[in-house]
């Protein structure tokens, strides 16, 4: 019987995406992240203690990304220079299948 699991060759990306496509993906599709994250917690901590560690495991996924901004500093609120709008979306972007193997592993 095959593994269910990912492996070394599957076609998820083993390595982190930067950190803005990341953070698209996550606002894009955090509902649906946040009901993987329930289904995959123990039925024996209860609905409301799930939905509380399924929103954390999600909102924590992002939280070892490179470049994040540290405590203390302050964003500024203006976009970075040369930001334009993004295209349209089509697809699965792999930032998205990473955030969701993330969370299934966490």
Do not use: K
């Not at 540290?70 to 697809?91: F, K, N």
């Amino acid at each position: 019987m095959p593994s269910r699991h990912a492996t070394p060759g599957s076609s998820i990306s083993a390595h982190r995406p930067a950190r803005e496509a990341a953070e698209a993906a996550l606002v894009e599709h955090y509902p649906a992240l946040v009901r993987l994250a329930y289904l995959v917690l123990p039925p024996a901590l209860g609905r409301h203690r799930r939905v509380l560690a399924a929103h954390a495991l999600v909102q924590n996924s992002l939280a070892e990304a490179p470049g994040r901004a540290r405590s203390g500093t302050s964003r500024t609120g203006t976009p970075p220079v040369g930001a334009a709008l993004p295209g349209q979306r089509s697809g699965e972007r792999p930032a998205h299948a990473w955030l969701r193997a993330t969370v299934v592993r966490a």
